[in-house]
Each structure stands twice: as C-alpha cells, then as structure tokens.
C-alpha cells in the first residue's frame, strides 16, 4: 500500500485537573479530570507507534478548576509532560479554558504558543494585535491554518482593551443574562450560542485567511484549518459555535483549496459536509470519555484522500478529492 505523504495525530478537550470526576454544567455527562491524562499518555504512546509528524491539540487542553485550585502552571506541566513523549512538533490551538487558566500575554510567552515551531521558512509570524493564528506546510502540496477562536471574546481579552469593548457589545446585544452570561439567551436555536464561553474571529483574522487562503488556491494546495470553536452547526441544535460563524463559511466557501474545518469546543463531537463541499468535523473530547475508552484520532494525508483513523469515541472517516 502506498505511504501516505503525511500523518498527524488529532486530539480535543482534555480538560486536565488533578481533582475527583465531576460533570458538565447541565449534569448530563461525566467528567473524567484526573483520567484525561491518562487518555492523553495511551494517544501519545499509539501516536508514537504510527509515527506521526506532528500532533494538533484542538484546545481546553487543561480545565478552568485548575485557576481555582492555584494549580494551573502544575496541571500544564502534567500534559506537557506527556505530549513531550511525543518527540514530534505538538500545535497547540487555544480553547476558553486555556484563557480560564492564564491571560492571553502569558499563553504568548507560554509553550502553548507553538507558531515559532513552524520553521523560518515555512511559517508565517503571528499576525497583529495579538491574535494567535499562524500557518505552515507540513508537506508540500498541504497546508494547515490554525485559528484564534477568542479573538473577540470576554475572556481573552482585556477590559480596557477596544477588543474586548467591541466584543462585549456583540454578546450584550444579543444575551441579556447579564448576571450570568454563559447562560444562553434562548433554549433552541443559533442564537444560543452567544454565550461567554464562546467567542469569534475579528475582521482582521478573517482578512488575513481570505489571504492565505487565496494563495493556496494558486498553489493548487489542500488546506486543513483547525480552531477550538466549530463554525458549521452540524448538530441541530449547537451551543458550541462561533459568534461569526456564518462570516468565517463565507471565507471558506469562497476557496476551492480549503479541503476540511477541524475544531474542538463540543464534547459530543460532529461531522457535516457544507455546501462548499468543505468537510466540518469536530473532535469528541476526551474530558467526557470513560476510563476504558478513548477519544483520539490519527490522520493520514495522501495525494487524493484524508483518511482518518479514530480511536474509542471517535469514528474513521475519509475524505476523498481529486
Ligand atoms: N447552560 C449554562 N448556563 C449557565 N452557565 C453555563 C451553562 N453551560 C455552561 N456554563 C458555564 O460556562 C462555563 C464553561 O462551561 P463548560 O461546560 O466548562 O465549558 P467547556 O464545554 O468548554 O468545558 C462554566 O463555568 C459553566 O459552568
């Protein structure tokens, strides 16, 4: 059988925290914080028996209880102990919880800043204003993009900065829960999702995509972007999604080289197919998978399909192009 040209390990919402389980807001799944770790080293191990050439953390990689608990430079220590086993390039997308644990100056100067792993020649620097999206190709004929889900937020941002002001005004207009903002402002519907865990992609990012994307349509290259908030509702009904999320498939819809959306956020999971013909998949996150179970994938790019191989939770899925 043909070598694939590339292969990477996927992996979401890993949510450490050195505390008992516990569960999700609405009570109606377990979380495993201690045992995530546990799930993270199998992934590792299994990744390292593939030979991946890199790993995509999808976000939330420790939980916000860590912040409370004083714990949260001892938790990162924990994880990154076990991704360093790796021993390849680990890109670290950054998820609400990485903002419940640090200020987004102190992620730039943390290891969860991975945009200078890129290498000069490939790697583009971050762009302005502080937001942590940056690309490379890991192959030639690819390209990936990882995206600033909370550069509008509440969370990421500043008070005083304009940033923050601005994305105060896009979730106030349309949540009124100003006691508690991470209450959604109606039950069904889109409109759920202007929640303060959620957030958004400014102007600047989206014109900085449109971009690099651009260029890879002349390149003739597939691109993989990968963010902590989905942007496709694939479920009927989705909290976990992008403020913006219709201005960002409206980015993608327009390139032809934009072959699929990885994202992390809703533990669930999700696949679906957009009208482009992009392929939305987010990742079920580790945070709420059993002892016994697992929620990893290991993805293998050749010249004409992406076969993704899932472990535990998440399924297999290939994505066939031409
Ligand atoms: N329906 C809700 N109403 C009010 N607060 C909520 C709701 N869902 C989540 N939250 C709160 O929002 C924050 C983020 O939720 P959480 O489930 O921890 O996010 P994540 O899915 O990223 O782990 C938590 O403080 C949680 O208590």
Partial sequence: MEDPVFTFGLIADVQYADIEDGENYLRTRRRYYRGSADLLRDAVLQWRRERVQCVVQLGDIIDGHNRRRDASDRALDTVMAELDACSVDVHHVWGNHEFYNFSRPS???????????????????????????????????????????????????????????????????????????????????????????????????LQWLDAVL??????????????????????????CLAWNHEAVLSVLRSHQSVLCFIAGHDHDGGRCTDSSGAQHITLEGVIETPPHSHAFATAYLYEDRMVMKGRGRVEDLTITYS
């Fill in 214 to 239: 651009t260029l890879s349509d002349h390149k003739q290259e597939r691109v993989l972007i990968f963010s902590h908030l989905p942007v496709h509702p694939c479920a009927a009904d989705p909290i």
């Fill in 107 to 205: 992620l730039l100067s943390s290891r969860l800043n991975s945009a200078q792993r890129t290498g000069t020649d490939t790697g583009s620097d971050l762009i302005g204003d502080d937001i942590y999206a940056y690309e490379f190709s890991p192959a030639p004929n690819f390209r990936f993009v990882l995206l600033d889900a909370y550069d509008l937020s509440v969370i990421g941002r500043e008070e005083e900065s304009e940033k923050h002001t601005h994305s105060w005004r896009i979730l106030t207009q349309h949540n009124h829960n100003l006691q508690d903002l991470n209450q959604p402002p109606v039950s069904v519907g889109l409109e759920q999702r202007f929640v303060k865990f959620n957030g958004g992609f400014s102007e600047q990012q």
